[in-house]
C-alpha cells in the first residue's frame, strides 16, 4: 500500500471546541452511564459477549430489569445485537465507550480507595 493509501490510526485526540451536536451526543452517553445498572452491564459486556441470563446472574438483577436496561443501552446505540441459537448474545458498541467506562470506574476505585489521582 503507497502512503497516501494507508489508513490513519484511530485518534484519542480531538482538538476541536465540541459543537452543540457533539456535546448533546456525549449528553447521552453520560446520561445512558449515569444509572448504576447499566453501568455494570456496560462494565460486564466490555469483558465479554453475554446473553441476558448471564447478564441477570452476574448482576444480581431480576430479568425484567436487565431486560429493560438493556432495551435503553440498544436504543441508544451502546450496545449491539446478535443471534445466537434462540438466544441474543449483547456486545458493548465500541472501543470508545469501553475505554469511557473502564476509566470511569477506574475513576470511582481512586475516589472509593483513597488512591491519589494520576494523568
Keep these: 500500500m503507497e502512503p497516501a493509501q494507508r489508513i490513519p490510526a484511530a485518534s484519542l485526540h480531538h482538538p476541536d471546541v465540541p459543537d452543540a451536536r457533539r456535546l448533546d451526543a456525549a449528553t447521552a452517553t453520560f446520561r445512558m452511564l449515569s444509572d ?3 453501568l455494570q452491564i456496560l462494565w460486564l459486556l466490555a469483558q465479554k459477549p ?5 447478564l441477570v446472574e452476574r448482576t444480581g438483577a431480576s430479568r425484567t430489569s436487565v431486560s429493560q436496561h438493556l432495551a435503553k443501552l440498544r436504543f441508544s446505540g451502546l450496545v449491539t445485537t446478535r ?3 434462540r438466544h441474543v448474545v449483547y456486545s458493548i458498541s465500541d472501543g470508545h465507550l469501553t475505554r469511557l467506562v473502564m476509566e470511569g470506574l477506574n475513576h470511582a476505585d ?3 480507595t483513597g488512591e491519589p489521582v494520576h494523568d
Excluded at 453475554?50 to 448471564?54: A, E, L, P, Q, T
Design 110 to 112: 481512586h475516589k472509593v
Design 50 to 54: 453475554s446473553d441476558v441470563g448471564s
Design 36 to 38: 448504576p445498572t447499566r
Design 83 to 85: 443471534k445466537n441459537s
